[in-house]
């Protein structure tokens, strides 16, 4: 079992910055990915950024350039940077922790943490 927490959110102009973070805890050896994705009102959760154990990245197309995800040596604690937001960014951001135990995956999430952008 992991245990994944969510902070960081508030509200923050258009143009401004905001930093997330994510803590997992519990069976953190079997940890693979740790991502980032979004909901909004009208939209279902979509996918922002992973990162890899072995520190691969990707992000959506959206918030490239904008974006960063990083994460700290224990590799159980991933971090959003959020530059440059715009309105459309407003969402409920989740943390989603991937764990690997043999071919097993199991995903583990957090409680979301509101993020909004005024214009």
């Known amino acids: 079992q992991v245990q994944v927490v969510e902070s960081g959110g508030g509200l923050v102009q258009s143009g401004g910055s905001l930093r997330l973070s994510c803590a997992a805890s519990?069976?953190?050896?079997?940890?693979?990915?740790m991502a980032w994705y979004r909901q909004s009102a009208e939209n279902q959760r979509n996918y922002v950024a992973y990162?890899?154990?072995?520190?691969?990245?990707d992000y959506r197309d959206s918030v490239k350039g904008r974006f960063t995800i990083s994460r700290d040596v224990a590799g159980t604690t991933v971090y959003l940077q959020m530059n440059n937001l715009k309105p459309e960014d407003t969402a409920v951001y989740f943390c989603n922790v991937e764990t690997m135990s043999g071919i097993r995956k199991t995903d583990y999430w957090g409680q979301g943490t509101q993020v909004t952008v005024s214009s």
């Open positions: 519990g069976n953190t050896d079997s940890i693979y990915t």
């Open positions: 990162i890899t154990r072995g520190g691969t990245t």
